[in-house]
């Protein structure tokens, strides 16, 4: 502003030039991203076991895709859209994301997650209670994992022919396998954000399709693992719903669901994070720079 003494419009200028938003909107932003994402994601999956409408997991995980590209564009310029805690912690640890943040947009992640849950129950309560009657699924009992997997996740996934709803199909697949499956396909998946969003890599993308490209990604691991532990690689995506459930009536089928608490936060909590560290250290300590110019 004019008005102001030469020393201090220098300074006001300074500061708008180097605006960030605040903490609480950042966080505003993660829910809503993480909102926009698991109402595509999700409820994709919510159609899919309760109407058929989509056949296979490709169709299921290309939605997700989208839901990711949806939202990352929608509040990327606001948050970063981190929209998973997994790739927030890579980002504290190998980026200069601040560690004291980790925890608000953990929480703001989880909170749009749930509500997201919470909005698609209220829509398709009545088509899941008929699905349910149909199917003679008692919720609560061992078959309501079936319904209760449009929420939280459970390995091996039991809306596969091949394994099930009872306890007989857990031998399909161990839990050493399933955290296997989501360390990697979060490694990989974090390895992929790092790469396509660092500006100084020229194998990058530009900047405005990165959340293209990382969509497409998610894509790619679900239908690779979806089949085996409905692919998480995201512990909000997991818990935020999963808390929902439970209170919706699945009870212990939602947590600590059928295999204990053991197994379900070893393969969708530290299993992502893990593998999203393993994906971060990849990038930033054996590629990045090797594609830089000189």
Partial sequence: PAGLPKARRRHTLARMNNHQPSLAARCAAEVLGTFILLFFGLGAVHAAVTTGTYSGVLQVGLLWGIGVMLAAYTVGSVSGA???????????????????????????????????????????????????LKEGITRGAEKSVITA???????????VAIHGPTQASYSNLGAPAAFLAEMIGTAILTLCVFAL?????????????????????????????????????????????????????WGEIAFPG???????????????????????????????????PA
């Fill in 82 to 132: 981190h929209l998973n805690p997994a790739i927030t912690l890579a980002l504290s640890v190998w980026s200069d994301f601040p560690r004291r943040q980790v925890l608000p947009y953990w929480l703001a992640q989880t909170a749009g997650a749930a509500l997201a849950a919470f909005v698609l129950h209220l829509i398709f309560s009545d088509t899941i209670a008929a699905y349910e």
């Fill in 149 to 159: 997997s449009m929420y939280g996740e459970y390995f091996p996934n039991p809306t």
């Fill in 197 to 249: 969003t660092d500006e100084r890599s020229s194998g990058s993308p530009r900047s405005n399709l990165a959340p293209l490209f990382i969509g497409l990604a998610v894509a790619a691991i679900i239908a690779v693992i979806g089949p085996m532990t409905q692919c998480c690689i995201n512990p909000a995506r997991d818990f935020g719903p999963r808390i929902i459930a439970y209170f919706a009536g």
């Fill in 258 to 292: 059928p295999r204990g608490a053991v197994a379900t936060l070893s393969v969708y909590l530290a299993a992502p994070l893990s593998g999203a560290l393993i994906g971060g250290w990849i990038y930033t300590k054996l590629l990045k720079g090797t594609g830089w």
